[in-house]
């Protein structure tokens, strides 16, 4: 591992408040997936944990001289744990870190369970509210349903609807993409409800249990988001970004991101189980048993020692880390080797390309030929074999 210094900090730290839910998912990589580690874990973390985190993620901004950290609460459902718990959790966060940082707080949820007095408890910590939700009942009822199959859509609405009347607490939406959903028609509705950011991502899969596809040779996971592309596009009065356009454009343009998904920067985000574990990247969960365990904790370990964990040395390494084909691919700086599940097979590990290769390459060089017809100069070239997206309409995807 480079000294210390070289090393590029965690900045995001997402501490997994609730390890229950309210409604069951069935693309859960928590609770539907080969890992079940939620069943030997504190159903709530306790506040102990949540101050020792708090202390390492102060001790961790002050040896890189970080100005702010993020720290996302996320679950499961963290407003399970109820606002005067959830107060309580917040407070030892805050009382950890003490003066070595700003605490900029977000909280990842369904929607479902929001109410004014959790608002209210919001504006005291300045505390930004993200909401997942797929489009409208038709599309987020195909997998967002209670523990008894019954829709979920009215209440996370609500939810939204309510959070609406606090604008500057909006985070924005968070959407899984699903083929059987008309792309445009799952834009337009959650552009609908005005957030600062829809964002779109990837089914969990890898090489061992690929996406869902309809069996044609076409990308159709990158002509979805293209379809998106156009969407967003499509009026002058919208008003939210679409994350993963705009991280395409960035990249493309130059700008060395930080994002998990896309770009060969090193990820910055940790996250700390409810009894204080410690996991490089939570979703690795949907790859295999105890992929994402580190065997590292809040209370023994620095988030410095971390960095130097095995696990995580690609996440430092860039480039080396991705397979031969990644690494000699022109768009491998805007691509990055998708993102890290993604790319796993038992065979060869992580050194695989993404099971959305073809996807991404797609999208990717639609998003750049729409920048070069408005004149930009994108920094990743586009080769004579490159998939054609000049059409002036999409194709669909259904």
Not at 60 to 73: E, G, M, Q, Y
Not at 239 to 258: C, K, T
Not at 269 to 290: K, M
């Amino acid at each position: 591992m480079s000294p210390l210094e070289e090393v590029v900090p965690f900045r995001t730290f997402v501490l997994k408040v609730v390890n229950r839910c309210n409604i069951d998912c069935d693309y859960c990589y928590v609770f539907n997936s080969k890992d079940q580690a939620w069943r030997h874990l504190p159903v709530r973390m306790n506040v102990e944990a949540a101050e020792e985190a708090g202390r390492r993620i102060g001790e961790h901004a002050a040896t890189h001289a970080l100005p702010s950290v993020n720290v996302v609460l996320h679950g499961g459902e963290p407003l399970l744990a109820g606002p005067h718990y959830m107060t309580r959790l917040l407070d030892a966060v805050r009382a950890g870190v003490r003066e070595s940082a700003e605490v900029r707080f977000e909280v990842q949820t369904n929607g479902t369970l929001l109410t004014e007095t959790w608002l209210d408890l919001f504006e005291r910590y300045e505390l930004t509210v993200g909401v997942s939700l797929d489009g409208p009942g038709t599309a987020n009822d195909q997998h967002r349903l209670t523990h008894r199959g019954r829709s979920s859509t009215a209440s996370a609405v609500r939810g939204i609807e309510l959070l609406r009347t606090r604008p500057h607490l909006f985070a924005g939406l968070l959407a899984v993409v699903d083929l059987a959903n008309d792309p445009v028609e799952v834009h337009d509705y959650l552009a609908s409800f005005e957030p600062p950011v829809i964002d779109f991502g990837l089914p969990h899969a890898t090489h061992d249990d690929p996406p869902f596809r309809s069996g044609t040779s076409v990308p159709e996971y990158g002509v979805w988001l293209s379809r998106v592309h156009y969407a967003w596009l499509a009026r002058s009065d919208w008003r939210h970004s679409v994350r993963m356009l705009e991280d395409i454009v960035a990249l493309s343009s130059g700008v060395r991101s930080a994002v998990e998904t896309l770009g060969l920067a090193p990820p910055t985000t940790v996250v700390v189980e409810s009894d204080g574990t410690i996991e490089g990247v939570d979703t690795l969960r949907s790859v295999e048993d105890g992929a994402s365990w580190l065997g590292f904790d809040v209370f023994r370990h620095s988030f410095d020692e971390v960095l130097d964990h095995p696990k995580l040395l690609h996440r430092q390494s860039g480039l080396a880390a991705l397979a031969k084909k990644c690494q000699e691919c022109p768009l491998v700086a805007v691509c990055g080797g998708g993102y890290l599940p993604h790319r796993f097979s038992s065979t060869r590990g992580y050194r695989n390309p993404s099971v959305y290769c073809a996807d991404l390459e797609y999208l990717i060089r639609h998003v750049q030929a729409s920048l070069r017809e408005h004149g930009w100069s994108t920094l990743a070239s586009t080769p004579s074999r490159s998939i054609s997206v000049a059409q002036t309409e999409p194709p669909s995807t259904r």
